[in-house]
């Protein structure tokens, strides 16, 4: 069935590291990748997509990566402020018929220390 | 106007009580969705609709009644919840492509906190 989940629950850097948060997904049907960022009392805001017809897409200081021989999808966020520090989730969608439908990963939560 | 509106932000309700949860985007976005998020969770779809009609329902209890009377509203009607239904309930629109809901970007509003006694 389709899942999307998280290596790492929590991950704690440095203002100024980069940060890596990683995700897999089980569903080879999926081909749209959605990475939000959740703060506290707020709803998800969107970070980046990827289709998956790419392997790498670029943000402001973030970097989205798809592997889909393994399946596994990565946020990169470069130069790690403060304010980034949030709940960050990966979604999938696997179209067809699930249009419209994201399934979303457990959740990494991201401190950053001053 | 890039944004999506909820109210009320806070809501308290019985198990006997109706309420109702309402969202209003104006991006010109003709699909909406609802999303139920209980603590330390990720989101769970609840329904979507698209040109104003259902077309997803995660067989979700009829407790919950949604409703888009027009292409920048979307409520979502409560009746008879019980307590395990206390969650933060989201939000969000999306474009629509040429071949049906594709797959777009979800923007989302802040959510309603939901508390059932």
């Known amino acids: 069935g389709e899942s999307v989940g998280l290596h790492l629950p929590t991950l704690s850097v440095q203002e100024g590291d980069n940060s890596i948060i990683n995700c897999a997904y089980s569903?080879?049907?999926?081909?749209?990748f959605i990475w939000y960022k959740q703060e506290s009392g707020k709803g998800p805001q969107f970070i980046i997509d990827i289709r998956s017809n790419m392997d790498k897409r670029q943000g402001q200081r973030v970097t989205v990566l798809l592997n889909k021989t393994v399946k596994h999808l990565s946020l990169q966020i470069a130069a790690t402020q403060p304010g980034d520090s949030a709940v960050y989730f990966c979604a999938e969608n696997a179209g067809g018929t699930s249009y419209g439908k994201l399934t979303f990963g457990q959740g990494t939560i991201l401190t950053v220390h001053p | 106007d890039t944004e999506v509106t909820q109210t009320p932000k806070h809501l308290v309700m019985g198990m006997t009580n109706k309420k109702s949860l309402k969202c209003e985007q104006h991006m010109g976005h003709r699909a909406m969705y609802w999303y139920k998020q209980k603590a330390k969770k990720p989101p769970e779809l609840m329904f979507v609709?698209?040109?104003?009609?259902?077309?997803i329902n995660e067989s979700v209890p009829s407790r919950f009644s949604p409703e888009c009377p027009n292409s920048s509203l979307l409520n979502l009607h409560l009746h008879a919840l019980q307590p395990e239904d206390s969650a933060l309930y989201l939000c969000?629109?999306?474009?629509?492509?040429?071949?049906?809901?594709?797959?777009?970007?979800?923007?989302f509003g802040p959510g309603t906190r939901l508390t059932v006694l």
């Open positions: 569903n080879s049907a999926s081909d749209y």
């Open positions: 609709y698209s040109y104003e009609k259902l077309s």
């Open positions: 969000a629109s999306s474009q629509v492509g040429l071949a049906g809901l594709e797959n777009n970007e979800q923007f």
